[in-house]
């Protein structure tokens, strides 16, 4: 073999080496490109399902806070309203309480036929009295305005009461020292007053019947409540 035909077969080698190296290059270069694309597209995905629960986690919030908004408005108004029924019915309270003290309040500028009346009241407030203490002897007290009245019927009232239980007649000792409060006036709205009626005591003063008209009025409202806010508001009371 000659020096040409080495010099060929060198050539011819170093093309097919050379021609295998570009190949292999190509190959790598393919490769490569490949999995750069899916390791990106991989990146985006991942960048764009953070971006969603981010996304979703701030709509959430904006639901809650809507919700929150929602139910506190919804509580406000409740409570308004509610506030607007206990009103109502407060000025109902109020406004029976000052019917209930014209029955107490005309005996004090002689007006008869009121005077009889309270008279008569106060004489069944004082059996009922008796009638739940069921004591022999009980302290009375009373208005001092009503101090006459309650003299008037003291004795009729104890025998009413023996009657109707089979018993002696109890001794009944009227408090001059301590007086219930006085009616509620201009001068004295907001302090302690009392419409009328009578407390009873035994005498230990251990057991106390409170049978002032404010005392009746405030069970008898207490009792007629549910009633009174169904026939107001279509609804019982809690």
Do not use: W
Not at 2 to 17: G, L, P, T
Not at 54 to 70: D, G, M, T
Not at 187 to 213: Q, R
């Amino acid at each position: 073999m000659n020096d040409a035909d080495v010099s060929k077969q060198i050539q011819q080698m170093v093309r097919f080496i050379r021609q295998e190296a570009e190949e292999k290059a190509n190959e790598i270069s393919i490769s490569a490109e490949e999995e750069f694309n899916i390791e990106k597209l991989q990146l985006v995905e991942a960048e764009k399902k953070k971006i969603r629960q981010e996304y979703e986690r701030k709509e959430k919030q904006v639901e809650i806070r809507k919700k929150i908004e929602y139910s506190m408005q919804l509580n406000a108004s409740r409570i308004k309203v509610l506030q607007a029924q206990d009103d109502l019915v407060i000025s109902m309270k109020e406004a029976a309480a000052k019917e209930l003290l014209t029955v107490s309040h005309h005996h004090i500028f002689n007006i008869t036929h009121h005077d009889h009346v309270y008279k008569h009241l106060l004489k069944d407030l004082i059996v009922q009295s008796l009638l739940r203490l069921k004591e022999p002897a009980v302290l009375l007290r009373c208005r001092k305005e009503d101090h006459h009245l309650v003299e008037s019927v003291l004795e009729s009232a104890k025998e009413n009461y023996a009657a109707k239980e089979g018993v002696h007649p109890p001794n009944i000792v009227v408090d001059t020292n301590v007086y219930l409060p006085p009616p509620p006036s201009h001068h004295n709205a907001h302090g302690l007053h009392c419409s009328g009626g009578v407390v009873l005591a035994s005498i230990d003063g251990k057991i106390v019947c409170e049978n002032t008209l404010d005392a009746r009025l405030d069970v008898a409202f207490r009792k007629k409540l549910p009633e009174i806010r169904k026939r107001l508001y279509g609804q019982t009371a809690a």
